[in-house]
């Protein structure tokens, strides 16, 4: 492999040490494939977006970032989904992580517009579709930091979309184990801060939203 030299150089010449002086047998797997993930993103063409090694989603965008930082504080934009049914209610999920109501979104990956990282997030997450010409920009929540159950810290960006010509059939995936519609004002009293604050400028707008 060429090596292109996208990584700190002072990484690749601690790789280069732990590889002359470490038999192979000796590391365990998960260095192993950290030490292939490292090479991997430093020779790549990474102006192709075609090489980019987390399309082959192995690991992914999210779990390639933080095999390469660990725990350290994270500050990334989040494509956020509301979606709202004919009877203006909101969809929840509750997450498998923390058992918390929130709503759909993810990481904004590069590449994607946050537009169509809303249209996948929704698929997703509900396995339900929504179009991203349907989508009205409502808000945006920053500031804070959100401490996962792993360990992970976010600080995020979210940009947030509402969603209300959504079809299909709700289905649950890995990150959640349960989807519910609820009225605004009857919200879980067990929701992320952030989806407290999206409710909280949904109720504030429930007019501008109700007649886009």
Known sequence: MICVGNMN??????????????DEDLLDAE??????????????????????????KTN????TMRMLIGDTPWATPVATAVVLNDSMQILLERRSDDGKWSIPGGIYEPGASIKECIVADIN????????????YLLDEVS?????????????????IYVAKCCQGELKLNHENFQLEYFYL?????????STHKI?????DRFEEVKNW
């Open 9 to 22: 150089p002072q990484l690749m010449k601690l790789i280069k040490k732990v590889e002359a002086f470490c």
């Open 31 to 56: 260095l192993v494939s950290y030490i292939n993930t490292i090479k991997t993103l430093d020779g790549v063409d990474l102006k192709d977006p075609t090489k980019w090694p987390w399309r082959d």
């Open 60 to 63: 992914g965008y999210v779990k």
């Open 124 to 135: 997703r997450e509900t396995g339900l579709v929504a179009s991203s010409d349907d989508l």
């Open 143 to 159: 500031g804070g930091l959100h401490f996962y159950p792993n360990g992970n810290i976010l600080s995020s960006v979210k940009v």
């Open 185 to 193: 004002h009857q919200v879980p009293d067990n929701i992320s801060g």
């Open 199 to 203: 409710v909280a400028s949904l109720i």
